[in-house]
T-cell receptor
Framework: KNQVEQSPQSLIILEGKNCTLQ??????????LRWYKQDTGRGPVSLTI?????NTKSNGRYTATLDADTKQSSLHITASQLSDSASYIC???????????FGKGNQVVVIP | NAGVTQTPKFQVLKTGQSMTLQCAQD?????MSWYRQDPGMGLRLIHY???????DQGEVPNGYNVSRSTTEDFPLRLLSAAPSQTSVYFC???????????FGPGTRLTVT
């Protein structure tokens, strides 16, 4: 059973609009949660990394939130641009050995 | 800094052939990992290393060997390629096992 579930699997949004991606996890104990952006044909690039005590963290137009009690995180993209078209991967570190658990990614397509 | 580099970028092998995927990093990171990424699946850990001379198996190690003779290099060897090893392979490094991971650009491998 995958310890990190992301939704929606894919979505299409109009340029300039906002969107929110969801990540639910069961990893315990929890160490940190990361969001990565992966452009087609490239390696993942870190957007944010949050520990237990952090509720929100921003990186430009990207804002991640974390609710460690409900084991949920979200990534909000504000005023989307064509360059935001990518897969967004939620990764949770923990499980006692700090092994990383990867979600399958949210595929976002921004259209003009 | 070049970050994490991988060679080759593309490779086609015949079943039974062997080859080595190269990975190098210039950030003096102790932790290095190899992942494979397949359609519809999250990144899966093949092997990892916590420092020169120390390696361990990840989630899907069968058919792959690694060694870590220096801090900078972490090659992945395919002993006898099989079509099931057709995938995109990513190398990653980090300062610690809970720290931010930096990914290479990937190697797209096709086994026929």
């Amino acid at each position: 059973k995958n310890q990190v579930e992301q939704s929606p699997q894919s979505l299409i949004i109009l340029e300039g609009k906002n969107c929110t991606l969801q990540c639910n996890y069961t990893v315990s104990p929890f160490s940190n949660l990361r969001w990565y952006k992966q452009d087609t044909g490239r390696g993942p690039v870190s957007l944010t990394i949050m520990t237990f005590s952090e509720n929100t963290k921003s990186n430009g137009r990207y804002t991640a939130t974390l609710d460690a009690d409900t084991k949920q995180s979200s990534l909000h993209i504000t005023a989307s641009q064509l360059s935001d078209s990518a897969s967004y991967i939620c990764v949770v570190s923990g499980g006692g050995n700090n092994r990383l658990a990867f979600g399958k990614g949210n595929q976002v397509v921004v259209i003009p | 800094n070049a970050g994490v580099t991988q060679t080759p970028k593309f490779q086609v092998l015949k079943t039974g052939q062997s080859m080595t995927l190269q990975c190098a990093q210039d950030m003096n990171h102790e932790y290095m990992s190899w992942y494979r990424q397949d359609p519809g699946m999250g990144l899966r850990l093949i092997h990892y290393s916590v420092g020169a001379g120390i390696t361990d198996q990840g989630e899907v190690p069968n058919g792959y060997n690694v060694s870590r003779s220096t801090t900078e290099d972490f090659p992945l060897r395919l002993l006898s390629a099989a079509p099931s090893q057709t995938s995109v392979y990513f190398c990653a490094s980090s300062y610690s096992n809970s720290g931010e991971q930096y990914f290479g650009p990937g190697t797209r491998l096709t086994v026929t």
